[in-house]
């Protein structure tokens, strides 16, 4: 299995999938539990990455699709979209797990910031208060108006609990809502 566990926003997910650059017999059993996290491209600049943190080594090398090996296992600059990540051994065999690169507009950049600061422990990394979690960005964009309601309203009573957002973070998820509350906003 690979695991992917992406701190920088906050986003905790399962990556899947699994192949092999060379099928014959001397790369059998190359199997690499690969771990890695990454954020997103935001506000429409190619400004992803994706740092590799398992396995490490100085005989390994790393690679993104189809571009060329290298030793140091962080990317940035990347554009939004889907990406294979290669770890290749001294002989030339190797292990796959793919993922994604998001975009995230900058209204919604600004709320997975708001969450990630003041949302934990109740809501995320599996965190479920109120039955709410909002470790994905699906749950978040399906929680909109719940999320406006209770940290701009206040209604029945403000989240985060026991304490309120700021003036300028509640403007922000009025921004946000006002604009679409998709992720490309
Ligand atoms: C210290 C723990 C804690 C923190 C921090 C916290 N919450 Fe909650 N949250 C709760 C509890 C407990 C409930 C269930 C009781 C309730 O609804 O008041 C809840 C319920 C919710 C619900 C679901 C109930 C509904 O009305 O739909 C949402 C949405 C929510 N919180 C959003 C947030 C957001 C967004 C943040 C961060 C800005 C946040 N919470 C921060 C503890 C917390």
Request: proline fraction near 5%.
């Amino acid at each position: 299995m690979k695991r992917l566990i992406a701190f920088g926003l906050g986003i905790l997910a399962l990556g899947a999938g699994c192949s092999k650059q060379d099928n014959n017999d001397r790369c059998v059993g190359t199997n690499y539990d690969i771990q890695f996290t990454k954020n997103p491209a935001i506000g429409g600049v190619n400004n992803g990455s994706i740092a590799i943190f398992y396995p490490r080594g100085d005989t390994l090398r790393y690679q993104l699709n189809n571009g060329a090996p290298q030793a140091n296992p962080n990317f940035t600059g990347l554009a939004p979209g889907n990406y294979v990540i290669w770890v290749i051994n001294k002989k030339g065999c190797s292990d796959t797990t793919s993922t994604t690169i998001e975009a995230y507009g900058p209204k919604y950049a600004a709320i997975k910031q708001i969450i990630s600061g003041y949302c934990g422990p109740c809501h995320l990394n599996g965190g479920a208060s109120g039955g709410k979690n909002l470790d994905t960005d699906a749950s978040i964009v399906a929680s909109w108006d719940r999320i406006r309601i209770r940290c701009v309203n206040g209604a029945p009573t403000f989240m985060p609990q026991n304490g309120q957002l700021t003036a300028i973070d509640k403007q922000k998820i009025t921004d946000w809502v006002n604009a679409g509350h998709r992720i490309t906003d």
